[in-house]
Structure formats: C-alpha cells, structure tokens
C-alpha cells in the first residue's frame, strides 16, 4: 500500500481505518529475515485485531527495526565516504551522493515492510533531502573539533597532498550528509515528528550524526583500498 508518514502512529480511533494497511505491513515484516521469531509470532498472534497489531507494529520499530535501519544508514554513509574521499571529480561525486542518498530512502522504506506508490516515495525524497541538505556545507562546519587542526594544517601544505586533504574533508561532509538524510528518513518513517519544526528536526538529525560519525570513518577506513590508508592514518 501507499503510506502515510504519521498511520502507524495515527490516534487510536483511527487505527480500524488503516487496518489493512497496517496488514499488509505486517504480513511483508513478517517475510523479513531480521525479524526475531517472537516478533514475528507477535505480529501474526494480533493480525485479527486492529488495535493489539498497531501496538505489536509499534513495539518492533522501537526495539528491533530501528537497530536495523541504523546499520542500513551506517552502510551507506561508508559508501559515500569511500566513493567522494578519493574522488577527484566534483560533478561525479554530487551524482553519487544523490544517487546513494536516494537509494537509501527507498531501502528504508521498504525494510520498514511499505510499499509505496513511486508519488510517495519521492514526495518523501523531496521532503527528507530538502530537510537534511538546508544549511548543509563545509563552509558552516567546524572540522577543529573533529581533527587536530595542527595535523590537517600541516599536511595540507605538502603540495602532493593539499587536494587530496580536500577531498578526504568533503568525504567526510558527504557522509555526515548521508547520516542524516537516513536519520531524517528514519525519523519520518516511524516517529510522530508533526509538532516540530523543521529546524528543529534537523538538529537533532545533526547530533545523531555526528555520534556515528566517527564509527562510519573508522569502518570505511578498513575498506579502502591499502595505497590510501597510510596517507589517511596521518591524518587521524
């Protein structure tokens, strides 16, 4: 079915009107690998009754689906990193950005057991991506107090090295992006958001991830190809 950013956490008088859908959500979850098998008994023990499989939906997307999306975001984020850290072309990395950030939106999404009409999803995209990118750039991040400001100083004057020091700086401004354009989505998706604002939903995005942050750059560090590590273990 389509959905809804706020049906699953609509009011309760509500909850018979989005039965079916909360159904079909249900039966889609339950076909899902990571679910536990007592989540997934607890979805089919409350399918005959609207309000007990709204609470059994609500209860999963705390507890056992959010830890789910959070790898997802995590992942993503490591392949933005990778792909625009050693990247030298500005245009090629904008598109992968864009391309990884949408595909992220639509992952989640679907692991969350919807299945929207394309109008939804990318409504959804519009709305996530417009949130997330507002104030976005390096321009308005202090890297000091992520780096020792004396290292990267000094490392981005070695002629060799200064654009590849960029480039490892937008890395890390692209994955903190894709942080919170997952972070954002994952809020839209399962959280009643209506009475804050827009600023305000970004803040809070924005210090989630920057807590994952250093988890993303430490991962993607392991991945990326040897003749890079070195040069980027300076840094760090």
């Given at each position: ?7 699953l956490?609509s009011e ?6 989005n039965y079916s ?5 249900a039966?889609n ?6 679910l536990?098998p007592?989540d997934?008994t607890?979805?089919?023990e409350?399918l005959?009754?609207?309000?007990e499989l709204?609470?059994?939906l609500?209860?999963?997307?705390d507890?056992?689906i959010?830890k789910?999306?959070?790898?997802m975001?995590i992942?993503h984020?490591?392949?933005v990193f990778?792909?625009t ?13 864009l391309?990884i950030n949408l595909?992220l939106i639509k992952n ?6 919807f299945?929207?009409s ?8 519009v709305n ?10 390096l321009?308005?991040m202090?890297f000091?107090?992520?780096f020792?400001?004396s290292?990267?100083n000094?490392?981005s ?7 590849v ?5 937008q890395g890390?401004g692209n ?7 997952g972070?954002?989505c994952r809020?839209?998706l399962?959280?009643?958001?209506k009475?804050l604002?827009?600023n305000?939903?970004r ?5 989630e991830a920057v807590?994952l942050?250093?988890?993303v750059?430490?991962e993607?560090?392991?991945?990326i190809?040897n003749?890079?590590?070195?040069l ?5």
């Amino acid at each position: 079915p389509t959905f809804s950013l706020d049906e699953l956490f609509s009011e309760e008088e509500n909850a018979r009107k989005n039965y079916s859908m909360y159904k079909k959500v249900a039966k889609n979850l339950i076909s899902e690998d990571y679910l536990k098998p007592e989540d997934k008994t607890s979805l089919e023990e409350s399918l005959g009754d609207a309000l007990e499989l709204k609470a059994s939906l609500a209860k999963i997307f705390d507890e056992t689906i959010k830890k789910e999306l959070n790898k997802m975001i995590i992942s993503h984020a490591e392949t933005v990193f990778i792909s625009t850290a050693i990247s030298q072309n500005g245009k090629l990395d904008a598109i992968a950005v864009l391309s990884i950030n949408l595909k992220l939106i639509k992952n989640l999404v679907l692991k969350c057991g919807f299945r929207p009409s394309y109008y939804s999803l990318g409504k959804l995209s519009v709305n996530v991506l417009s949130t997330a990118i507002i104030a976005e750039s390096l321009e308005n991040m202090d890297f000091s107090e992520v780096f020792p400001t004396s290292r990267v100083n000094a490392l981005s004057e070695i002629p060799i090295l200064k654009t590849v020091t960029g480039s490892f700086a937008q890395g890390i401004g692209n994955a903190l992006l894709s942080l919170r354009v997952g972070i954002i989505c994952r809020n839209y998706l399962f959280m009643n958001i209506k009475g804050l604002k827009k600023n305000q939903i970004r803040k809070l995005a924005f210090g989630e991830a920057v807590v994952l942050l250093p988890m993303v750059l430490v991962e993607s560090m392991k991945k990326i190809p040897n003749r890079f590590k070195g040069l980027f273990g300076k840094i760090f």
